[in-house]
């Protein structure tokens, strides 16, 4: 600011600051330019009488300026590991949200450099559980994308902590505010894919499959690297779930869709081996992209393929036979040697325990028999009201949301200039719900979803 | 057309050892012209039995009614090297014959060019079509069936009347059918089918040619519903199609495409109760004892009947690739008719009435389950074949939950994604905007990072 004097010392800026701290606008009009324009040393320094700016700002009131000076001690040369520690934890705590979201580098900053200290003090572990805290005051709502998500779930990956995150992925991410969050689209997708990872370590493979979704299917005009490793992954988490590739969301960008046909041809071709459910095929599939899967690091992921696909050929035996003898099903899944039998009873058995298959195995014959049965849930217990209930609140939810979304569109500055260029009659939206089978949704809603999925 | 080529080859390869039931005097006495040249030869090649006799009367029918002596020298030499392989005296080339055909041929495509020439210069344009259409025939009567192609083509523009535009499609489509570009056989029925007052005869032969071109593509069904339509007049000595195709060959095509695709329902009132099949029906009674076989469940006796009839249907030109499809659907079809009418099926009851065993039908009806053909499921434990109760109720709860989850991730993810447009957070060469705390080029970097520590987990 031209009309304030730079502050040439702590002190002054201390004063200044306390000046200021009262309301959101006098902190971001006056006290963030001028922390703005001072370097990075500055922060370092410490008052006249050697006191530390850190124990004289008041960690709630004045979030801002303790965001900077904690950023710039936490990523000195050579931090005062255990003082910043505790410094910083109680920070994250208490801060006041709407201030450090002025200056969202710097808080991430502070994130980083609590994470780096924690990992100098032999624990990275400490660090995370107070950021997820910390994160979901820090995120507008939980349907937010802020800059520290990604970083967080990494440090989570990274630290091998997948069920800290989950109270974060577990809301799925829908608004993007890039004031005050400092955002890019590096941030949504790779948040999306730590996720997706998070997600496969936990062995959640569905939610594995909607984040990867959402990384391949992001609007692009060229092709991220991120989007062809999640591509990668999807493919087979896709195996695993479904048997085959799921087909990409229609809206996947071009660009995409090209990339993903000219580098991961090896993954097409292994799917190709699974859909055809024939075990020694994708064995032999299986060894010849071994090392396309090592180098993109995905052996892991693969070889439960191998696995996986005894266990959709044992389901669809269940669509076929009401018994069979476990020889016979050893021998229609493809398992082989002297054991087949006894490998067949242990899949059939894992499958009834993980509730996959519904079936009883009976000994009274010579070799064991299996009898197949229908899900045993008749629907007739309050436990599916409950769970229907549940079920039509989320929808009710979602629903709302996009209503909401629809009448902001609806109010747009470009949405009405547009509609009034084209003359007259605004089509989807502003009137009152006039469907009420679907949850009092404007009449644009059905813009918002793909019908031939959903309703074909 | 390179495709079908293709396909031609590749079955051609087939040997059938002996026929059952053919008597090859009565059954190439049905046709005339290219046609019976064409499966004497088709015949040769594919049943060393018949070899001698079919290139025999295909050097006749060459001689006699042709002037391709290209095609008579080929089939001789063919002639004489299965001779001498058996050990026979070798058939004598008509040398006499083949120079002065050839002599013959040449002067008379001489004078047609020349005639044909001086009616363009007279600007005529009955004469320049008749031109064209007489140059066509006699490329055609030499076997130059391309060249014949393009003359009839070619009268197209000269034609005046409905009458012309018809003749020169029977032409196109005759000529097409020989060379197996069925594509081609198709549009040009269309062609004729739009014209006004088409004859009984004419509609009956379009018909059979559109039949023949639906077959050649696997649409059985289609090719069924046309050989079934066909009017008895095609088969009067005056119509001519002999020189296509044999009311015997309407029948059987029309029987099997019938049985291999249309269900028991269609079967009685299209084909049974089809008075005007009826009577194509009577050339070939063991067909004809097929279907009815067939309708009344006898379906042991209609699968033998079918095998012993394998041979020959594997000797027609027109039939011998579709042969193996069109069983399997009979069998397929007679499975899940047989039961049909059942919850339960002892599955040794079965086996003998399909005149298989236990086993090999299991195997059968599981590959039918999975194609979802019949809805049923196998007890393998007391060999019996169980209909699956549906359970209604449970499976709109089932998907209907299913759909809520489905809902509300796609909804999630189209606000994302509306969101993101909004924000322009759209993957691209530099990265806009304040945010970007990762930059493009250690993106890698971080995910490698990323891995290695995943790698090492157990």
Same mark, same amino acid.
């Given at each position: ?60 009131? &004045? ?10 001690? &936490? ?77 967080? #779930?990494?440090? &989570? ?10 109270? $974060? ?16 689209? #590096? ?12 997600? $496969? ?35 087979? /988490? ?17 660009? /995409? ?6 580098? &991961? ?86 499958? $009834? ?72 009659? $605004? ?30 | ?11 051609? *390869?087939?040997?059938?050892?002996? =026929? ?32 001698? +006799? ?39 080339? +008509? ?17 047609? +060019? ?19 259409? *007489? ?51 198709? !549009? ?7 014209? =006004? *007052?088409?004859? =009984? ?10 039949? %023949? ?12 519903? %046309? ?7 095609? @088969? ?12 015997? *060959?309407? @029948? ?8 291999? !695709? ?117 007890? !393998? ?43 322009? %957070? ?13 930059? !493009? ?7 490698? @990072? ?9």
């Amino acid at each position: 600011m031209p009309n304030q004097q730079t502050p040439g010392t702590v002190d002054e800026l201390l004063q200044f600051i306390s000046a200021h701290s009262d309301g959101i606008e006098n902190i971001s009009n006056h006290i963030f330019p001028m922390l703005k324009q001072l370097p990075q040393q500055f922060f370092l320094q410490g008052t006249a009488d050697n006191q530390d700016p850190l124990d004289l700002l008041d960690q709630t009131f &004045c979030s801002l300026a303790y965001t900077y000076f904690l950023s710039a001690r &936490c990523n000195a040369e050579r931090p005062n590991a255990a003082h910043l520690l505790n410094y910083a934890l109680n920070f994250l705590q208490v801060f006041d949200p709407q201030q450090v979201r002025i200056a969202p580098d710097k808080f991430l900053q502070v994130a980083q450099g609590l994470c780096r200290i924690a990992a100098q003090y032999g624990n990275s572990v400490i660090a995370i559980k107070p950021l997820v805290n910390a994160l979901q005051r820090y995120a507008q709502s939980q349907n937010h994308l802020t800059n520290l998500h990604q970083y967080l #779930i990494k440090e &989570c990956l990274l630290s091998k902590c997948y069920k800290q995150a989950l109270p $974060i992925l577990l809301n799925d991410i829908t608004e993007i505010e890039t004031s005050g969050t400092g955002i890019g689209y #590096i941030d949504h997708l790779l948040y999306h894919y730590y996720g997706a990872m998070v997600y $496969i370590g936990l062995k959640n493979y569905e939610r594995a499959f909607y984040f990867l979704k959402l990384v391949i299917s992001a609007p692009a005009n060229i092709t991220s690297q991120i989007q062809i490793e999640a591509y990668k992954k999807f493919s087979l /988490v896709s195996l695993l779930l479904h048997g085959k590739i799921a087909p990409l969301p229609k809206y996947t960008a071009t660009a /995409v869709f090209r990339s993903i046909k000219n580098q &991961c041809q090896a993954y097409q071709d292994y799917s190709g081996a699974f859909e055809s459910l024939n075990v020694k095929r994708l064995r032999n599939e299986f060894n010849k992209c071994a090392d396309t899967f090592r180098k993109d690091k995905n052996l892991g992921l693969a070889k439960q393929t191998l696995d996986a696909i005894y266990r959709r050929n044992i389901q669809q035996l269940t669509q076929t036979y009401l018994t069979l003898s476990l020889a016979d099903i050893a021998e229609a899944v493809g398992l082989e040697g002297p054991n087949a039998a006894k490998m067949a009873e242990n899949y059939v058995l894992r499958m $009834i325990e993980s509730r996959e298959i519904f079936a009883t195995i009976s000994h009274s014959h010579q070799n064991g028999m299996v009898s197949f049965h229908d899900n045993a849930d008749m629907y007739n217990t309050s436990l599916t009201i409950t769970h229907l209930e549940q079920q039509i609140a989320k929808a009710t939810k979602v629903s709302e949301r996009v209503i909401k979304t629809d009448r902001a569109i609806g109010c747009s500055k470009e949405y009405l200039a547009k509609s009034l260029a084209t003359g007259g009659a $605004i089509p989807g939206g502003l009137g009152p719900a006039d469907d009420s089978e679907f949850l009092g949704a404007g009449g644009g809603f059905d813009n918002f979803i793909d019908d031939g999925k959903y309703f074909g | 057309m390179d495709d079908n080529v293709a396909k031609r080859k590749r079955i051609t *390869d087939i040997v059938v050892d002996s =026929p059952n039931n053919l008597d090859l005097e009565s059954y190439i006495s049905n046709y005339k012209g290219h046609t019976k040249v064409d499966r004497l030869l088709f015949i040769a090649k594919r049943c060393p039995t018949l070899q001698i +006799d079919a290139y025999r009367l295909a050097l006749q029918e060459l001689r006699d009614n042709s002037l391709d002596t290209a095609k008579y020298l080929q089939s001789a030499s063919k002639l004489n090297e299965v001779l001498t392989a058996q050990g026979y005296p070798s058939y004598s080339i +008509d040398s006499g014959w083949v120079d002065s055909t050839q002599k013959r041929a040449k002067t008379l495509l001489e004078r047609l +060019d020349a005639e044909l020439k001086n009616y363009k210069n007279n600007l005529i344009k009955e004469s320049i079509r008749m031109g064209h259409n *007489d140059l066509g025939d006699h490329y055609y009567n030499c076997g130059n069936l391309t060249n014949a192609l393009k003359c009839y083509s070619r009268t197209r523009d000269y034609c005046t009347t409905a009458k012309h535009v018809i003749e020169m499609c029977l032409n196109v489509i005759k000529v097409s059918i020989e060379l197996g570009n069925f594509s081609h056989v198709h !549009s040009y029925v269309i062609k004729a089918e739009s014209t =006004p *007052d088409i004859q =009984p005869l004419v509609q009956a032969k379009l018909k059979v040619a559109a039949a %023949l071109a639906h077959l050649d593509n696997n649409k059985y069904k289609q090719a069924a519903n %046309l050989f079934l339509e066909t009017s008895f007049e095609i @088969a009067q000595p005056q119509s001519q199609y002999s020189e296509v195709i044999s009311p015997n *060959d309407i @029948a059987i095509y029309g029987a099997l495409c019938a049985l291999a !695709s249309f269900d028991r329902k269609q079967l009685k009132k299209q084909v049974i109760d089809n008075a005007e099949f009826k009577q194509f029906l009577e050339l070939e009674p063991n067909i004809r004892e097929l279907i009815y076989g067939f309708y009344n469940s006898k379906y042991n006796s209609v699968l033998t009947g079918l095998e012993s009839y394998k041979n020959d249907f594997l000797l027609d030109i027109h039939l011998h690739n579709h042969v193996e499809t069109l069983y399997d659907n009979i069998r397929k079809k007679a499975l899940v008719q047989y039961f049909s009418p059942f919850l339960t099926v002892d599955m040794n009851k079965m086996a003998e009435s399909f005149g298989t065993n236990v086993l090999k039908l299991e195997k059968e009806l599981a590959k039918l389950i999975t194609e979802n053909l019949i809805q049923a499921r196998i007890d !393998s434990h007391k060999k019996i074949l169980c209909a699956k109760q549906q359970d209604h109720r449970s499976s709109i709860f089932q998907r209907s939950l299913k759909m809520g989850d489905e809902f509300e991730l796609s909804t999630n993810a189209m606000l994302l994604r509306m969101n993101l447009f909004k924000a322009n %957070l759209i993957v691209q060469t530099a990265q806009k905007g304040e945010g970007g705390t990762t930059s !493009s080029s250690n993106v890698n970097a971080v995910i490698n @990072a990323v891995w290695q520590s995943r790698e090492k987990q157990p």
